[in-house]
């Protein structure tokens, strides 16, 4: 970066320090849902992805219908990189170098980007930066609970976007405002039955968001860690293959784990590429915890426990024990919310108001999804927050 780049960097990062502050300290919404008004921009579409097809043809339907989407996206990235690069060398290096990274993704993961990326016309390495871009900026804030009858929710707002471009003509995200057209739930099908659901974004084969009806529930926060994201995907273009991609595992785990303690020691003992928060729900009472992993291990695991009052388990983007970022601080209005509402009332309804208050609901959220493991039940709104709201 030349230093016009770093002072644009720094000028922009105090607008954003000023306009944050009108943002903050909401009181906590109520009366939300259904999904109504000025934060709710329309409900995500339904597909279904069959197993049981060839790798490289499953997402045909859903790509064929969301090519213009995904190109507008993927246009974007570039644009946001030549901005940044002007040379133009990191998009020659995206066209030229990651296409050679396909064979190193192991099946049928290769297969399905391959099949993106023929279904859409948009060349292999974009499809494939596209699906690298999550491993590493998405923000979020997870919740399971538990309701006095011992029935499991999970909730979570998909915040996506972040330092990509400002908008200062509407005070938007130039990506999170891309992203929301390629928002779509997924039923995943084999021998035409549910093995899970999920919400996801066209174009990407790895999963932040699922259900597998009557066993558990899962989404993924991002871990910002020194060792974090961009040193193991270095490593893996280096050769060092040992690591799980991030969305990878979380796909694995959603089709292939048996149920929530399986779920569980899979998500806690892989290797991965990346630092992560994986929220796990079950279906049985006390079954809700979030796991702190650094890239080889689980640091923590962080669980439901009546005994001790805690009826729910929150995560945003800091580990438990420590005090979140001063500048972003989404747990403690989150938990004050949930608090309030207290357990006699949590239902997939008051938790979308919990998530509908800002900052918890901020310039960078996408969607908003609801979950019910014991009736299998999924839904998910895009979301949009007005002025005044806070940039993340
Ligand atoms: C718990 O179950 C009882 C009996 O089925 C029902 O009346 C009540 O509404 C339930 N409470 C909650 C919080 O779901
Ligand atoms: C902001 O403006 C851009 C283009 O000018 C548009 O694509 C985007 O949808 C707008 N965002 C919002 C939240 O209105
Ligand atoms: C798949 O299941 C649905 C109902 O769940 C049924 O209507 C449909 O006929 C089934 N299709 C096949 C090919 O078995
Ligand atoms: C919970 O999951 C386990 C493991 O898959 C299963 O055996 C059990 O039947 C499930 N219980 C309920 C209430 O769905
Ligand atoms: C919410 O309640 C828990 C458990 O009583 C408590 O530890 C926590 O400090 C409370 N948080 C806020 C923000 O009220």
Redesign the pocket.
Known sequence: MNSTCLFYAFWTLAVLLTTCQHGNAEECKSGMYPPQGSTFKGVVPWYTVNLDENPVNRWDAVVKERKNELAAMVQAIKDLANNLFPSGKLMLLVDDVLPLMLDTLPYPFNQEILGISLASGVPVGEILLFNIFYEVFTVCTSVVAEDANGTLYHARNLDFGLLMGWNHKNHSWTLTDELKPLAVNLDFKRNNVTVFKSTNFAGYVGMLTGVKP??FTLTMNERFNIDGGYIGILEWIMGKRDGMWMGFLTRTVLENA???EDAKSRLSLTKLLAPAYFILG???TGQGCVITRTRLIALDVYEIKLKLGRWYVLETNYDHWDKPFILDDRRTPAMRCMNKTTQANISPKTLYDVLSTRPVLNKLTTYTTLMEV?TGSLESYLRDCPDPCSPW
């Open positions: 009557n066993m048996t149920s929530y079950g279906n049985q014991s």
